[in-house]
């Protein structure tokens, strides 16, 4: 049974960071490149970063060079350090298993709600 469980978000001033951190069990997370999600209000849910089994990282455009992406294999967590939010980074984010496709993702934890704003 996949289990996915996101935690460190909330509300936090533009300019400021906040560390995500995800635990996962029920799949074989050394064995899988990584992802961060989000979706904020409205919006379609879009990739925000992955990590692959070798540590290789991507970012999209809008957070590259103030987003961090990082994984404990010993303890099957997955992070995302958050520095210099805006605005517009305010959404509820997600960790999953990459996919090109996010459809053919059939299950998602909670989510972590983090809020930017003055």
């Known amino acids: 049974q996949v289990q996915l469980v996101e935690s460190g978000g909330g509300l936090v001033q533009p300019g400021g960071s906040l560390r995500l951190s995800c635990a996962a069990s029920?799949?074989?997370?050394?064995?899988?490149?990584m992802g961060w999600y989000r979706q904020g209000q409205g919006k379609q849910r879009e990739l925000v970063a992955t990590i692959t089994t070798s540590g290789n990282t991507n970012y999209a455009d809008s957070v590259k060079g103030r987003f961090t992406i990082s994984r404990d294999n010993a303890k099957n967590t997955v992070y995302l350090q958050m520095n210099s939010l805006k605005p517009e980074d305010t959404a509820v984010y997600y960790c999953n298993r990459f996919s090109p496709s996010i459809s053919t993702i059939n299950y998602w934890g909670q989510g972590t709600q983090v809020t930017v704003s003055s």
């Open positions: 029920g799949i074989v997370f050394r064995l899988l490149t």
